[in-house]
């Protein structure tokens, strides 16, 4: 199985449009993708300084549609694609946070146009919430995890990003991040990072607002590709959700970590990271450290070729690989269990909710990584699971 991974704000570089643009048809598209967004996405993108694609209004178009452009390249853009064997149910996306509206349109929730013009409006509206008081977030890279979320909580703190790999990002008021460098955990190291607030908290409220008000207008279409969330990692069924969740998740954690984890549960073999590429690579390779997952990092045009070589590797292997007799669905994570209403025998979509554990801090949603037939549950309401016990038993089902 092969994962695109969609980058968020922070990715962004000077000048990092200016390679690309020899590709034949680049220019004109980020001209119309500038239209779209209403902002100078050319410009910025080759001859705009580093405090210039650091506002929130333009660098959140321009990363999605940088990403979106190279997606194409690689010819995974847009279209609708059926969950069979060798191709929708074998590609898993997900974005990290503004990355999730690439993600819906590399899935065919969206239309480039609308994944476009929905960024920009996102952009602008959390650029005005940040405006009405000063914050900012930090990268805490390391430490106990009780122990930073600790240390968090007593400075006024928000783990406003879980990304994996060691990395939580603390969002807050500035006085905040301010006493957390100068007293962090125990083994970490804080490092401030240069957006314009605290995206993901309460802050962002306002902007959320904003975003509820417009999405009324948008026709969003089933995910044809398996689709995960940031909000807890779970694959996402429809596309009302989708939009609904892309929406929330202004005010709401970003979990990346949890997306890692179905990734490897999933059982990704490779992974490829669209660009402004760097930082999600970073973090799938310190979390799957050893799981032997060929991850890549698409920096420039010369890595279009090894990236292609990925994509036909990927399907080469799922058409040559045989489906098993069944597939288990496992717990992600230590809690308490809830079966979605499903009957055993009823045919299940890949995507499809098939419950919710509860932990003491957390919620956490499953759902089917592949098509299938549900043959047996293997837990009921209530039981306690440990992260890797089964719940339930697919049988695969192939889409002719």
Known sequence: MLAVLAPGQGAQKPGMLTDWLELPGAEPFFRWAGAIADADL??????????????????????????????????????????????????????????????????????????????????????????????????????????VAAKLAEHGLTPANVNGGGQVVAAGPLDGLAALKDDPPARARVVPLSVAGAFHTPYMAPAREQLEALVGGLRPADPSRLLLSNADGAAVPSGPEVVSRLVSQVTSPVRFDACLTTLRELGVTAAIELPPAGALAGLAKREWKGAGIDVLAVGSPADLDRARELIDAERGRAEATHLPDWRVVVSPVRGTVSPAEVAEGTHVPAGSPLGRIRGRREEVNVSAGYDGVLAEWLVQEGDRVDAGDPIARLYPEVTE
């Open 42 to 147: 050319l410009t910025l993108g080759t001859t705009g300084d580093a405090e210039a694609i650091r506002d929130t209004a333009v660098t959140q178009p321009l990363v999605v549609a940088m990403s979106l452009f190279v997606a194409r390249e690689l010819g995974g853009l847009p279209g609708p694609v059926p969950h069979t064997p060798s191709t929708g149910r074998d590609v898993v996306i997900t974005g990290h946070s503004v990355g999730e509206l690439t993600a819906a349109a590399l899935a065919g929730v969206l239309s480039v146009e609308a994944a476009i013009a929905l960024t920009a409006v996102r952009g602008r509206a959390m650029a005005a919430a940040c405006a009405r008081t000063p914050t900012g977030m930090s990268a805490v890279m390391g430490g106990d995890p009780e122990e």
